[in-house]
């Protein structure tokens, strides 16, 4: 059986190749035939024009063919003997899966849809949640503080909505695009800001009485998480959720950081645990558990955030778009079906 994928195969360039043969499961392993998968646009953009810092070799390494798509969702096929928690004919959400007809993952890698009512394009979004969902809880938020949402990407849309349901108030949002501005306060942001206007981080400080007392930095510049700085009250919690590639930039970090008492968490989605969940740091399996609770449960809506749905033939047009639009929509799906 054959199957489809799609590969960046140069720089800037996208395509729907046959990968070949798809090997027959055996032990933990799990194939599952793809419903959907999500573009991660800031990820997706970096591996697609060859940002140095983001090679399998480490920073400086680029190397080409890559193959993304870690947010998908789809149908057991076949599983491997030592199968346990998923069968044939389970849907379920996988995780560091990839844009292609079919995956074979491990078990860990696929989290069986407990609720019908759940769509595939839902579940496509799950694991992409957990980002921002992880950066929260790092930065121990409690009900009733200000949080500042820095770039308003898709990460950061979803942090707004996360930021909501954990009891956050206010909330800023910011970004120089109005119509992510816009979008952010239809998401249940409290208040939206420029960046570069005039008293920016004056009028943060105005609304949130006195400085945000956790902020979720998603730009990946280091002017972001400088300007965010300006805004946080003493002892306030940054989670550096944003890649933030290029280290050329410098912080004020005795007026910025260590006067105020500023933490700083790095919230790469890879710093967590593999195995046992803890306070303020759960697994990938349980976070993405949780996100599903949230969707079933009506305190999240992720459906609605969908702009756009492709079909997998369509990928060179929509990278293209990607590498060259500054407005390229926030979620993208590939329908799979």
Request: aromatic letters at 8%.
């Amino acid at each position: 059986m054959e199957n489809k994928a799609i590969i960046f195969t140069e720089p800037n360039t996208a395509k729907l190749v046959d990968k070949g043969e798809i090997p027959k499961v055996d032990g933990r392993f799990v194939k599952v035939k793809t419903m959907f998968s999500t573009v991660s646009c800031g990820t997706e953009k970096a591996n697609i024009t060859g940002d140095p810092n983001v090679g399998p070799g480490g920073p400086g390494s680029v190397v080409f063919p890559r193959q993304l798509g870690y947010s998908s969702s789809g149908i057991v096929e076949s599983v491997g003997e030592l199968v346990t928690s998923v069968k044939p004919g389970d849907r379920v959400a996988e995780y560091w899966s990839t844009h292609s007809e079919y995956n074979v993952l491990d078990e860990d890698k696929v989290v069986k849809i407990e609720d019908e009512n759940i769509s595939m394009q839902e579940a496509a979004v799950a694991f992409i949640t957990t980002f921002p969902m992880a950066a929260i809880r790092k930065t121990r938020l409690e009900i009733g503080e200000s949080v500042l949402v820095m770039g308003l990407g898709l990460l950061g849309q979803i942090g707004v909505k996360l930021a909501r349901v954990a009891g956050a108030m206010p909330i800023v949002a910011v970004d120089p695009v109005k119509e992510r501005r816009e979008e952010a306060l239809r998401n249940g942001a409290d208040f939206a800001f420029d960046p570069f206007e005039e008293g920016f981080a004056q009028k943060v400080k105005k609304v949130t009485k006195g400085g945000a007392n956790v902020c979720i930095e998603v730009t990946g510049v280091g002017s972001g998480l400088d300007g965010a700085l300006d805004c946080m009250a003493k002892f306030g919690r940054v989670a550096l959720l944003g890649c933030t590639r290029s280290s050329d930039f410098t912080i004020d970090y005795y007026n910025k950081v260590h006067g105020p008492g500023i933490t700083l968490v790095g919230a790469h989605t890879m710093a967590r645990p593999n195995v046992e969940s803890h306070a303020g740091w759960f697994t990938h399996r349980d976070d993405i558990n949780a996100v599903l609770k949230l969707i079933s449960g009506g305190r999240i809506d992720v459906k609605g955030m969908i702009k756009e749905i492709h079909k997998p033939a369509d990928c060179s047009e929509v990278y293209t778009r990607l590498v060259t639009d500054k407005n390229f929509p926030t979620l993208v799906q590939f329908d799979w079906r």
